[in-house]
Every structure is written in structure tokens, then in C-alpha cells.
């Protein structure tokens, strides 16, 4: 089964890439973090399957397929559950959250090579979604509402978030604590995929800080500070640090 990969980070491709070479079925013939370039190299080489992150360097993955004639089935692979219903209704095969946890994307795709025929797009729901989320770029601040007042923070300057019977604190790298009355799970859909990890239910990391990972299930941050890491989130840890040896 002739895969194409979209993706424009490339620690994430490269892990995709080894989740890839796993399923010996699989067979890569061409990656991209263009739409420009991904528009003409689908078209050469007919894959039969397309992975494809949403946001592409210049532009979004909606807008490429809604210019593109294929037949190929498409597993969207993001860390914005926003978009989900826009792909499940374009025809999308499949639509994967980030981190991705390796024994969910090989059910995935076996599921997908098990399947008799492929399929083509609504076309008129892509374009549809290639329209309303053109121009959207990567959250880069985020607005905090504590008790008393609204703090904007730099995303790279989150360490990592924890979450508490319904609230969430953030740790910030000039050492300072806000608390907000929201789950952890609503910043983990602004927050940007390619920089945070959820290591664990209650705690959200950004990749930057983590200074160890200690196998027996934790993490030590630039700050001092020891995360756990659960026992369902350490494959998921080891990838991660695998991709970026």
C-alpha cells in the first residue's frame, strides 16, 4: 500500500515515519511539508493512502484536497480536534489525535488496507473546509483567566500544565504559577501539538523544558521539577525521545 505522509515538523515526521516502517505493507513514496509540492508529487505517484497533518507550511491540507483528484483514503493526524467533524464529513477515512499512541495507529491502518475499494472526496465539503480554516497559524499566546485578573503568556513560556479536580496551573518559566478554572484537556486542543506532550492525565509538557526522562516513569524539567510520566504515556515518551536522537 503506496503511503504519502504530510507534515511539516520534522521531529513528528520522522516518528511517523518509524510507525510507518513497522507495517511491512506499507510502502512510502513521498513526504512533504508543502502544498505546493505534495499537490504534484500525489499526482505522480497515485498513493493509495494519504497521512496528512492539517496545518502545512503554506497552507492547510483541506485547501491541497480540494484541488487534488484522488482516490486515495486519507488518515488526518492532529493535535486540533476542532477539525474533526469538517474530515469525517469530506470523507476522510480516519482522524488521529497527537501524541500518537502507536497500537491505535496500526489498528488504523489495518483497518484502512482491509477495505475493498477506495473513495472520493466530497468535494463540496472540502472546499467548504479549505475556506474557513485558510490563514490559521499556530497558537503563539494564550490568555489565562485566574480569579483576579487576565494574563497573557507567551506559549514558549509554559514549562508544563497541571491539572487538578477541575483546574488547571500553569508553570512558567520566570517561576511564576497561574491557576485557571478549566480541565486540562481544553488547553491540550490550543496548545500547539508539535511542542506539547501529555505525559500523563493530569499533566501537559512542553518538549523544550524536558531536561530527562527517567525510564521508570517521570520527567525532569529545566526547572527542577519532576513529572510523572503514566504507564499507558511511556512507549509514547520513548518514541518521542527516539525521534529526536
Same mark, same amino acid.
Do not use: W
Given at each position: 500500500?503506496?503511503?504519502?505522509?504530510?507534515?511539516?515538523?520534522?521531529?513528528?515526521?520522522?516518528?511517523?515515519?518509524?510507525?510507518?516502517?513497522?507495517?511491512?505493507?506499507?510502502?512510502?513514496?513521498?513526504?512533504?511539508?508543502?502544498?505546493?509540492?505534495?499537490?504534484?508529487?500525489?499526482?505522480?505517484?497515485?498513493?493509495?493512502?494519504?497521512?496528512?497533518?492539517?496545518?502545512? %507550511?503554506?497552507?492547510? =491540507?483541506?485547501? +491541497?484536497?480540494?484541488?487534488?483528484?484522488?482516490?486515495?483514503?486519507? /488518515? @488526518? &493526524?492532529?493535535?486540533?480536534?476542532?477539525?474533526?467533524?469538517?474530515?469525517?464529513?469530506?470523507?476522510?477515512?480516519?482522524?488521529?489525535?497527537?501524541?500518537?499512541?502507536?497500537?491505535?495507529?496500526?489498528?488504523?491502518?489495518?483497518?484502512?488496507?482491509?477495505?475493498?475499494?477506495?473513495?472520493?472526496?466530497?468535494?463540496?465539503?472540502?472546499?467548504?473546509?479549505?475556506?474557513?480554516?485558510?490563514?490559521?497559524?499556530?497558537?503563539?499566546?494564550?490568555?489565562?483567566?485566574?480569579?483576579?485578573?487576565?494574563?497573557?503568556?507567551?506559549?514558549?513560556?509554559?514549562?508544563?500544565?497541571?491539572?487538578?479536580?477541575?483546574?488547571?496551573?500553569?508553570?512558567?518559566?520566570?517561576?511564576? %504559577?497561574?491557576?485557571? =478554572?478549566?480541565? +486540562?484537556?481544553?488547553?491540550?486542543?490550543?496548545?500547539?501539538?508539535? /511542542? @506539547? &506532550?501529555?505525559?500523563?492525565?493530569?499533566?501537559?509538557?512542553?518538549?523544550?523544558?524536558?531536561?530527562?526522562?527517567?525510564?521508570?516513569?517521570?520527567?525532569?524539567?529545566?526547572?527542577?521539577?519532576?513529572?510523572?510520566?503514566?504507564?499507558?504515556?511511556?512507549?509514547?515518551?520513548?518514541?518521542?525521545?527516539?525521534?529526536?536522537?
Amino acid at each position: 500500500m503506496k503511503v504519502y505522509i504530510l507534515e511539516d515538523e520534522l521531529n513528528i515526521l520522522k516518528y511517523i515515519l518509524s510507525l510507518v516502517e513497522k507495517i511491512p505493507y506499507l510502502q512510502v513514496v513521498g513526504y512533504s511539508a508543502e502544498i505546493s509540492k505534495a499537490q504534484i508529487e500525489i499526482s505522480k505517484y497515485q498513493p493509495e493512502l494519504i497521512l496528512a497533518d492539517i496545518q502545512l %507550511k503554506d497552507g492547510n =491540507s483541506f485547501s +491541497l484536497l480540494s484541488n487534488l483528484e484522488t482516490s486515495a483514503y486519507v /488518515i @488526518f &493526524i492532529t493535535a486540533y480536534n476542532q477539525y474533526a467533524i469538517d474530515a469525517l464529513n469530506i470523507g476522510a477515512f480516519a482522524y488521529l489525535l497527537k501524541p500518537i499512541d502507536p497500537s491505535v495507529f496500526e489498528d488504523t491502518i489495518d483497518c484502512c488496507y482491509r477495505k475493498d475499494q477506495a473513495y472520493k472526496f466530497n468535494q463540496q465539503q472540502v472546499a467548504i473546509a479549505a475556506g474557513r480554516y485558510s490563514g490559521i497559524t499556530p497558537t503563539e499566546r494564550i490568555a489565562l483567566k485566574s480569579l483576579d485578573f487576565t494574563q497573557i503568556v507567551a506559549v514558549n513560556d509554559i514549562i508544563y500544565c497541571q491539572s487538578d479536580k477541575g483546574y488547571t496551573t500553569f508553570f512558567l518559566r520566570d517561576g511564576s %504559577k497561574i491557576m485557571v =478554572s478549566k480541565i +486540562l484537556k481544553e488547553y491540550e486542543s490550543i496548545l500547539p501539538e508539535t /511542542i @506539547f &506532550i501529555r505525559c500523563h492525565q493530569s499533566y501537559l509538557a512542553n518538549t523544550a523544558y524536558i531536561r530527562k526522562y527517567f525510564k521508570d516513569g517521570y520527567l525532569e524539567m529545566t526547572n527542577g521539577d519532576k513529572i510523572p510520566v503514566s504507564d499507558r504515556k511511556r512507549q509514547v515518551m520513548s518514541d518521542y525521545i527516539e525521534s529526536i536522537s
